[in-house]
């Protein structure tokens, strides 16, 4: 059974850089068989793909938050990252990590983390 | 990037057929998939290409779509269907982009 469990400060101060880990349990990160994304979903409102990391390193972000997004592994611990640069009250969401297969037809997000709120305030 | 737009909210009696619906350009091209939020919980998949469903998921649920228009339907709603319903399928702009729709509020009534 595929498990992702994020982690990281529930608290950032505006300007400063979000930082969360995802850790994976009964699949590799490294497979290759899978896409490794993140999901944010501001308190009351939807969902938004904020971007993935595939093996070998390879990512893609969302065009919106390209600029201030880097997602990283490390295959030695089968954890993926998320770093969130010049935050603001706007980046305040609950963050999911998720496994997300593609192909040329489709995608889809299974499973997915519990998620982590993280606010940013001063 | 492309759009997939959802209506807000949508209501049931107990017992009734339900369907949710989910439109975008990239819905030509791309299967979407669809996931169950109830409150407070990570979204859950429940529909992924054309009409497939993991493991778990009640058979009442279905998928389909036609042209730019995808579809999730409740045959015989469950009190526990009451939830937020997420579509998502791949970005059009051939940039392998993720995009998911506004989501819709079920109701059963």
């Known amino acids: 059974q595929v498990q992702l469990q994020e982690s990281g400060p529930g608290l950032v101060k505006p300007s400063e850089t979000l930082s969360l880990t995802c850790t994976v349990s009964?699949?590799?990160?490294?497979?290759?068989?899978?896409?490794w994304s993140w999901v944010r979903q501001p308190p009351g409102k939807g969902l938004e793909w904020i971007g993935y990391?595939?093996?070998?390193?390879?990512?893609n972000y969302n065009p919106s938050l390209k600029s201030r997004v880097t997602i990283s592994v490390d295959t030695s611990k089968n954890q993926f990252s998320l770093k969130l640069s010049s935050v603001t009250a706007a980046d305040t969401a609950v963050y999911y990590c998720?496994?997300?297969?593609?192909?040329?037809?489709?995608?889809?997000?299974?499973?997915w983390g519990q998620g982590t709120l993280v606010t940013v305030s001063s | 990037s492309s759009e997939l737009t959802q209506d807000p909210a949508v209501s049931v009696a107990l017992g009734q057929t339900v369907r949710i619906t989910c439109q975008g350009d990239?819905?030509?091209?791309?299967?979407a998939s669809w996931y169950q939020q109830k409150p407070g919980q990570a979204p859950v998949l429940v529909i992924y290409f054309k009409n497939n469903r993991p493991s778990g998921i009640p058979d009442r649920f279905s998928g389909s779509s036609s042209g730019n228009t995808a579809s999730l339907t409740i045959t015989g709603a469950q009190a526990e269907d009451e939830a937020d319903y997420y579509c998502?399928?791949?970005?059009?702009?051939?940039?392998?982009?993720?995009?998911f729709g506004g989501g819709t509020k079920l109701t059963v009534l």
């Open positions: 998502s399928s791949r970005d059009n702009s051939g940039n392998h982009l993720r995009v």
């Open positions: 009964g699949d590799s990160v490294n497979s290759g068989s899978f896409y």
């Open positions: 998720a496994r997300d297969y593609a192909d040329t037809q489709m995608n889809w997000f299974d499973p």
């Open positions: 990239n819905l030509r091209s791309y299967y």
């Open positions: 990391i595939y093996y070998g390193g390879n990512t």
